[in-house]
């Protein structure tokens, strides 16, 4: 069977298209919305070119094949075991000796010491997974293909195929429904009963059962599997059924496989269930017949209609324009202009807008706050996957990977898809207050550099420059607590932000010990960085990862001692408070960041000569992005210092996996160097992005954290709100880092900390109108680019205005 490409075809199909809705016609091809094709993704190579959909708890990856379809099936509860306890045994009582060595230089040795003692045998946690392939077979023969094309609509969150053999069209639509937790899919024939397919599931291994039954008024095939341990292991079970409605078509079933014949449209509705939520599989199969049975009962297109009205709701509220690209762009399918990307993008910045949408959308498809009492976050492929081991396990990567996930979550105005976030680290809490008592004799809660689905806290991988982290809670909480700045919710902030800062600190309070008047964490190390060791220490020139007085552990407990009073104060605690008072105290105690001989943030507690200086984490200058420490607006000494580590990164080879490259855009962006942001965003785009913009590590290997990151520096480059008061969340930083590339453009429903929603266009280069909507009645300050002069409902602003609730604010230049 081969492809051809007809545009009189492809014309046809797009005046034709039943299966979409028209204002979605209108915009079809829109290279700013659509990823789209017109050639099917090889089932040979799943992450250059399957498009991706999900309702944050199952999700699917479409091939679009030709004749064979193949959708890979997730659920984000599926992965490789039980809870396991990987508490280390020794670690409490090697604790003191590992210290004592860091602080006698003995810092090789040291490192062997706490490997050996402080780790459990056991170094890996529990790792993603998949559950299955659906396979469609459409049997069209030997026919022709033409007209075909599969697209993703970024705005809306659904995917279809399309393509005629023979004179007849046939269509595929998908939809991950949120409100019906299914997934659904529609085939259709645009000849009476010329559709014909035969289905089945299919996993690499650990399936337990593989049936199908043509019986009843929807024919159905079921697949069952396991994470692969004894029964008495307690394994993860789990169970997945697609259901089908398939009017005046005949239906047979043989050996798992449902053969359908003669139909015109064929309707099918799937869902995965695991014992992670429901622990026998009575439950499960319960559970599963109550989403299919609801979705069949109300049919596939209120179901669709529900599920884009949903995904609708969240992706529309925010919007980007950056400018058009040429009609030679505009005409190309995606994975064309990602090749031509490669060599620059100034003639196609819709892809930079196509980019911000898509990620939006993976964000809110992989990340939900549903009806179950635990919900997961997106992890670092997100929620697709397409093995029984996802790379690098798919874990919860916490030195940056998933903080990373959800950078844009607030700015972009889907502030819900973080709520994952707080349901995960009340899963890790009971786990890391055990392993803070047993591991360092402290109250409170610790995690280290990694989490899987059980919230196991303890140190993973027993890999040098990695898992003696004990820093994680610390960044995680910062994410809640960022929460209640978008949000204002009290409520939230009393009965679980606060708690979870007062647990944090109660650990770093304990864990810490005192060395030269400072309070300091030890052992400890700058994800995932190594050093030399001075010539009077041990051994002399060796590298070594492990010391005490790690810079970006003090630039975390800045964050959390200062998060902490700021929301005691919102709170209306008490400064005589004894958490309060505590809190005060110790953050006196935290070391001022250091600086290095070469006027850089240094990064250890002395200057050490650093293996990589290119080194792809800047975790050293967390305190400019995510942090606000180092903010040009809050210290123009440490922005200057951070500045020049910055430099020092890029100019070693910095930036060398997608991710790390999307923290430089967000890093220049803070440092409001707008060139040099769209000149990190041109770099990901000529090294990193798949042919369908999944981020990736070094131009292989999904990893979702990049595109979370790109999303988050473009608008960072439009709109910050970075200042550390929660009452009154500072300046509202109006085209902080615009660059030049992007002389005129324009963005709608922003969110600024605070409460503020923000349109913001622009021309020339120059502000033009700003409208600042204020959801909450706080305090705004208001800022333009470098400080230019502006009116605010047409008169001179001087200073902070106390807005009203609802109130509208209009800023344009002007004195």
């Known amino acids: 069977m081969k492809l051809h490409q007809s545009s009189a075809v492809f014309a046809i199909l797009l005046a034709s298209r039943p299966t979409h809705s028209a204002a979605a016609d209108t915009a079809f091809l829109d290279p700013s919305r659509y990823l789209w094709y017109n050639e099917p993704a090889p089932h040979t190579d799943w992450e250059n070119g399957v498009l991706p959909i999900g309702n944050g708890r199952l999700a699917g990856t479409i091939y679009g094949g030709v004749p064979d379809e193949v959708v890979t099936i997730n659920e984000n509860t599926i992965w490789s075991g039980p809870l396991q306890d990987r508490t280390p045994e020794h670690a409490l009582e090697a604790l003191p000796v590992a210290r004592e060595m860091l602080l006698a230089g003995n810092i090789s040795a040291a490192g062997d010491f706490i ?48 393509y005629v053999v023979n004179g007849v069209k046939y269509t595929r639509e998908y939809i991950a429904s949120f409100p019906a937790g299914v997934l659904a899919a529609r085939f259709a024939a645009s000849k009476k009963g010329a559709l014909n397919l035969n289905a089945t599931f299919s996993r690499a291994e650990s399936v337990t059962g593989l049936q199908a039954s043509a019986a009843g008024s929807a024919p159905w095939l079921r697949m069952s599997g396991s994470s692969g341990q004894p029964a008495d292991e307690n394994p993860i079970i789990f169970t997945g059924q697609a259901s089908f409605k398939a009017k005046g078509a005949r239906v047979t079933a043989s050996d798992g496989t449902l053969i359908i014949t003669g139909a015109t449209t064929v309707d099918v509705f799937l869902d995965v269930e695991t014992n992670y939520r429901y622990a026998t599989q009575d439950k499960i199969d319960s559970e599963i017949q109550r989403k299919l049975n609801s979705a069949l009962k109300k049919g596939y297109d209120r179901v669709k209609q529900e599920a884009l009205k949903d995904s609708s709701s969240l992706l529309g509220r925010a919007s980007i324009n950056l400018g058009q690209s040429s009609d030679e762009k505009r005409a190309l399918p995606t994975d064309e202009r990602v090749l031509h990307a490669r060599s620059g993008i100034m003639d196609d910045p819709e892809l930079v807008t196509l980019a911000w949408n898509y990620g939006r959308h993976m964000l809110v498809a992989s990340s939900r706050n549903t009806a179950e009492s635990i919900d997961l976050p997106a992890n670092l492929q997100g929620i697709w996957n397409n093995k029984t081991t ?163 552990d003090n630039q975390l407990l800045y964050e959390v001692f200062h998060n902490l009073l700021e929301a005691a104060a919102e709170l209306g605690i008490s400064n005589k408070d004894k958490n309060v008072a505590s809190a005060k105290s110790f953050l006196a ?227």
């Open 390 to 552: 996802a790379a690098w396990g798919g874990k919860y990567t916490i030195n940056i990977n998933t903080e990373m996930n959800y950078w844009p979550a607030g700015q972009t105005n889907i502030i819900e898809t973080q709520e994952p976030l707080f349901d995960l680290f009340k899963v890790a809490q009971p786990r890391a207050e055990a392993l803070a008592r047993d591991m360092y004799n402290c109250s409170g809660v610790v995690i280290h550099h990694n989490l899987d689905l059980w919230g196991d806290p303890a140190p993973v991988d027993n890999y040098t420059s990695s898992s003696m982290w004990p820093m994680g809670a610390a960044w995680l909480v910062t994410h809640l607590i960022d929460h209640y700045r978008f949000t204002g919710d009290k409520q939230l902030l009393s009965e679980t932000v606060y708690p979870y800062l007062l647990d944090v600190a109660r650990f770093y309070q304990c864990y810490t010990f005192e060395h030269n008047g400072y309070r300091v964490t030890g052992p400890s190390l700058s994800p995932e960085n190594t050093f030399y060791v001075p010539d009077n220490w041990s051994i002399a020139g060796a590298e070594a990862a492990m010391d005490i007085e790690i810079q970006m």
């Open 589 to 815: 105690k935290i070391h001022p960041p250091r600086i290095g001989s070469k006027g850089q943030i240094q990064e250890w507690r002395l200057d050490y000569d650093l293996r990589a200086r290119g080194h792809r984490h800047l975790s050293p200058l967390y305190g400019l992005h995510p942090g606000t420490q180092f903010s040009p607006l809050v210290n123009t000494t440490l922005a200057a210092a951070a500045e020049i580590l910055l430099e020092e990164r890029a100019d070693g080879g910095s930036g060398s996996t997608g991710w790390s490259n999307a923290w430089f855009i967000n890093q220049y962006a803070r440092l409001h160097r707008g060139s040099d942001v769209w000149a990190q965003i041109t770099k990901w785009f000529s090294l990193y992005p798949t042919k369908n913009l999944w981020n990736t590590d070094k131009g292989v290997t999904f990893q979702i954290d990049g595109n979370f990151g790109v999303v988050s520096g473009i608008t960072e480059m439009l709109l910050q709100s970075t200042s550390q008061s929660l009452a009154a969340d500072g300046i509202v930083h109006l085209l902080p880092a615009l660059p030049d590339a992007v002389p005129s453009g324009s963005a709608t429903g922003l969110l600024a900390r605070g409460g503020f929603e923000v349109d913001v266009e622009w021309q020339a280069g120059k502000l033009r109108r700003a409208v600042v909507r204020s959801n909450l009645g706080r305090e705004l300050q208001v800022r333009v680019a470098d400080g230019e002069q502006v009116r605010v409902n047409n008169q001179v602003y001087r200073g902070p205005i106390r807005t009203k609730k609802e109130g509208v604010y209009v800023v344009t230049l002007g004195g």
């Open 115 to 162: 490997k050996s003692k402080m780790m459990h045998p056991v170094d890996s946690m529990r790792a993603y997974s998949y559950f299955g392939n659906l396979g469609v077979g459409f049997g069209h023969g030997d026919g022709d293909v033409e007209g075909y094309r599969r697209w993703l609509d970024t705005r809306r969150g659904d995917a279809g195929v399309e």
